[in-house]
């Protein structure tokens, strides 16, 4: 989601029409080989952060050294394993970096400058949380008090944000523990839920001509003049997938909003694929998760080896063994097609 910083900046892997519309700014990249490669499929490629570094295997007791220096690159099956931390454990941890966390937004935006050198590597996302204003629509869409919705400068999807939440006190803890709090956690869901209109009626800018179930609607907003009742057309939103990663690449809380096709050219290898088609992402509709939940447990994750997995379509339920991920890639997109056509 986010390329190198600065108004003067060009996002490494878009070459998009970045003019926004009445909701979400239009962004279509076409990533290139300059997009990195994450450990989550959310990470580098995905979200990599305002700095342009790639945001790869920075530990909690790295955070506490401020983390300037460049962090190793790390592959997934590393990335996975390294500790996750215990829930009730973590914040001990994480209590060092509150000094890059944003405790106010009252503030005068910062300059770019400024915020690469404050949030490097994989604590790029605090950029956003702590001084929205200084970024353009084309990459942050809106914010609040509560939180910053942002386009994925790497999507994974036809259509892809993020929420990044800006309560302090929550912004650096592993998901799983920041939803245990359920005040904070019903205040998440309320800017999910702005996020995911979003996302439907860019889905449905996108896409309504071509779909039957839209087509009565499509058809009353080409009269002149529309009538003042639209019919209700296709329930875009009810197909947008909300969730995060059982093991975020980014440091900052972030949760991700996409549809569900994973057609896109940011697409590259199998982590990013099954990141977010695998119970690796885990649904913002499951939280707060009981406290004998397995999924709260390393070894759980480990056994599991979700981002090794053999492909298998999100439609039409095929298992892709032993076939190359261009092929699926071809057949992702016939996918989507007919999934537009619904």
Same mark, same amino acid.
């Given at each position: ?19 926004? &519309? ?45 983390? +300037? ?31 890059? &966390?944003? &405790? ?74 920041? %939803? ?26 996108? %896409? ?58 940011? +697409? ?37 080896? %979700? ?20 092929? %699926? ?14």
């Amino acid at each position: 989601m986010y390329g190198e910083g600065g108004p003067q900046a060009v996002d490494p892997c878009s070459k998009a029409d970045l003019a926004p &519309t009445n909701d979400v700014a239009r962004l279509e990249p076409a990533c290139s080989a300059r997009d990195g490669e994450d450990a989550t499929g959310d990470g580098a490629s995905a979200e990599q952060s305002v700095t342009g570094v790639t945001a790869e295997g920075l530990r909690p007791t790295e955070k506490a050294k401020a983390g +300037l220096e460049e962090p190793k690159k790390r592959d997934a099956f590393t990335q996975l394993m390294s500790p996750m931390g215990s829930p009730k454990k973590s914040k001990s941890s994480r209590k060092n970096l509150s000094h890059i &966390t944003s &405790t106010s937004h009252a503030l005068a935006p910062l300059s770019v400058p400024q915020l690469l050198h404050t949030y490097p590597g994989r604590l790029g996302l605090g950029a956003y949380i702590t001084s929205p204003a200084s970024f353009p629509a084309t990459r942050v869409i809106s914010h609040t008090n509560d939180a910053v919705l942002v386009h994925d400068l790497y999507p994974k999807s036809a259509v892809h944000i993020l929420v990044l939440p800006r309560s302090s006190a929550h912004a650096l803890l592993h998901p799983f523990e920041a %939803f245990d709090d359920v005040t904070f956690l019903e205040s998440v869901r309320a800017s999910a839920d702005e996020g995911r209109r979003l996302v439907a009626s860019e889905l449905r800018r996108k %896409f309504g001509e071509k779909s039957k179930t839209d087509a009565a609607r499509e058809a009353a907003l080409s009269q002149d003049p529309p009538p003042q009742r639209l019919p209700p057309g296709r329930d875009w939103a009810r197909e947008v997938r909300i969730g995060v990663h059982a093991v975020p690449s980014m440091s900052h809380l972030h949760i991700h909003i996409l549809s569900p096709d994973r057609v896109s050219s940011c +697409l590259r290898h199998k982590k990013h694929y099954n990141s977010f088609s695998t119970p690796f992402f885990v649904p913002l509709d499951e939280f707060p998760l009981s406290d004998e939940d397995p999924r709260r447990e390393k070894s759980w994750w480990k056994d599991q080896g %979700f981002l090794r997995r053999e492909f298998r379509c999100w439609r039409c339920g095929d298992e892709w063994k032993g076939r190359g991920f261009e092929e %699926f890639k071809a057949h992702l997109e016939e996918e989507m097609e007919q999934w537009v056509k619904e």
